[in-house]
């Protein structure tokens, strides 16, 4: 099975482990999972950005701790459809805040006689104080990376 994912990145966290080995085992032991880093003008609309480089390197790291990598390709992606409407996928994972970026890319493939993807949501991964963990409560020194808080 070929499964994608998409996103930012931006301070690889907890949430992100959880997406990518949703997508993993969602492709089996022989399917292959497409991460799509997001770069360009989409950045802009965030409060501060990693360089993707830096994001890259976090998103490896974890694959070759979890002998993924031989079953991954990572590749740019520059809006919200990636590579979901133009290559061969079976299922695109997603978080309850991108579930309607899956829903549009669907869409798209639709009208462009493509089968939909199969859209698997994985709940948000939650903090200590059960928020939401993100990139951008780590930026502010809410959290760490594992959702642990660190001030009042």
């Given amino acids: 099975m070929k499964v994608c994912v998409g996103g930012t990145f931006n301070i690889f966290h907890k949430?992100?482990?959880?997406?990518?080995?949703?997508?993993?085992?969602?492709?089996?032991?022989?399917g292959i999972v497409y991460i799509g880093i997001l770069v360009g003008e989409m950045l802009k609309n965030k409060n501060f950005a990693v360089p993707k480089e830096d994001r890259e390197k976090e998103v490896k790291k974890y694959l070759l701790n979890n002998n993924?990598?031989?079953?991954?390709?990572?590749?740019?992606?520059?809006?919200?459809?990636?590579?979901?409407?133009?290559m061969d996928f079976d299922a695109i994972v997603v978080s309850p805040e991108s579930i309607k970026n899956a829903e549009a890319i669907n869409n798209e493939r639709i009208k462009?006689?493509?089968?939909?993807?199969?859209?698997?949501?994985?709940?948000?991964?939650?903090?200590?104080?059960?928020?939401?963990?993100?990139?951008t409560r780590i930026h502010k020194g809410e959290i760490n990376k594992e959702g642990k808080i660190l001030k009042k």
Avoid: C
Wanted: proline letters at 5%.
């Fill in 15 to 30: 949430g992100h482990e959880e997406i990518l080995d949703k997508a993993f085992e969602t492709a089996g032991k022989e």
């Fill in 68 to 86: 993924y990598e031989k079953r991954s390709v990572i590749k740019e992606i520059y809006d919200i459809y990636g590579l979901a409407v133009d």
């Fill in 112 to 135: 462009t006689g493509k089968n939909p993807l199969k859209i698997i949501k994985i709940p948000f991964v939650l903090a200590q104080d059960n928020k939401p963990i993100s990139s």
